[in-house]
């Protein structure tokens, strides 16, 4: 009997340890999906500018979050197409507001998790414009996710990742820019947007009018 107690005391540890060490990995897992939610994911498209160089003359506010002092900024790339309700969207049209402009699709992870932030401040500021261009997404996923989260702001489709070219746009979705009310770009975010990110370039661009 004495070599079978300390074999149970033995087995109770290992038990114990294993219990610790799949717990730990749990909580890492926990924590690395937590921070993808709002990071950028892949569409497998090109890359046009992912630092913020290109004569953008972006200055780095935080992690991912891009400002360009007025006189820094350049005219927005042309951007236009059919909306997902078919009807025709010209970027220029926008001109004298500020313009928020999301880069996203239906099958993103971070673009679901920015959406409700982005709907609500839409909502919040309708002075401001605020548009969606749709990447390499199909027209049902892509109507079924902004009937979803209720997203009533137009979204230009871009079925092959075409219109982001001459835009600085990350390696992956979503991207998001701000323009002044002078069409040229005036603040880039890339992976998921918060609200209290954007609200920010919002206030400053408000108060250069």
């Known amino acids: 009997m004495t070599g079978i107690a300390p074999m149970r005391r033995t087995r109770r540890a290992w038990s114990a340890r294993r219990v610790r060490r799949a717990g730990r990995i ?52 042309p951007l236009s197409g059919k909306t997902l309700d078919g009807t025709s969207l010209d970027l220029s049209s ?66 092959l990742g075409t219109l982001a070219a001459g835009w600085p746009v990350a390696p992956g979705l979503p991207s998001t820019f701000v323009l002044d009310q002078n069409g040229r770009i005036a603040a880039r975010f890339t992976g998921g947007v918060l609200p209290d990110d954007l609200k920010p370039a919002l206030s400053r661009l408000q108060a250069e009018a």
Request: glycine fraction near 12%; proline fraction near 7%; charge should be neutral.
């Open 26 to 77: 749990a909580l890492a897992a926990v924590a690395l999906a937590a921070a993808g939610l709002l990071a950028a994911c892949s569409p497998g498209a090109n890359s046009v500018d992912a630092t913020g160089g290109g004569g953008y003359g972006f200055v780095q506010q935080a992690a991912g979050q891009d400002f360009a002092a007025p006189g820094n900024r350049h005219p927005a790339p």
């Open 94 to 159: 926008y001109r004298g507001k500020i313009v928020v402009i999301n880069f996203w699709a239906s099958w993103c992870a971070p673009c679901r998790a920015e959406t409700p932030g982005l709907v609500q401040l839409a909502k919040d500021n309708p002075t401001v414009a605020f548009l969606g261009v749709n990447e390499k997404d199909t027209v049902s996923g892509a109507k079924a996710f902004t009937q979803d989260f209720g997203r009533s702001y137009p979204s230009i489709v871009d079925k």
